[in-house]
Nanobody, 123 residues
């Protein structure tokens, strides 16, 4: 079991940047395929970005390509999400997730979840 806690959410204006972090308390995140998902009110959970545990580079959802960057910090045992040029449509609860699968972009493929952090983009 991996206990994961997200942080870094908040209220920002359109065009601002924000950095989210997901910290694991008991196991190393390097052993897992990791991803960020988000869920806006009334909408399904959406894949934002992911890093496979074995091979391959990061993947991004179409709506965030070129604006968001996902990374793992092995020293801190965290999964980070750098978000730039934020837009009102980015408003959602952001979740980090982990799986032993080689890769996945569907929420059903992930078995371990944090509790989420709220990101609100509003002028």
């Amino acid at each position: 079991q991996v206990d994961m806690v997200e942080s870094g959410g908040g209220l920002v204006r359109p065009g601002d940047s924000l950095r989210l972090s997901c910290a694991a308390s008991r196991y190393t995140l390097e052993a897992y395929t990791m991803a960020w998902f988000r869920q806006a009110p009334g909408k399904e959970r959406e894949f934002v970005a992911g890093i496979p545990r074995i091979t391959g580079g990061p993947e991004y959802g179409n709506s965030v390509k070129g604006r968001f960057t996902i990374s793992k910090d092995s020293a801190k045992n965290t999964l980070d999400l750098e978000m730039k040029s934020l837009m009102p449509d980015d408003t959602a609860i952001y979740y980090c997730a982990a799986t032993f699968r080689a890769y996945g972009s569907k929420s059903s493929e992930y078995t371990l979840w944090g509790q989420g952090t709220q990101v609100t983009v509003s002028s």
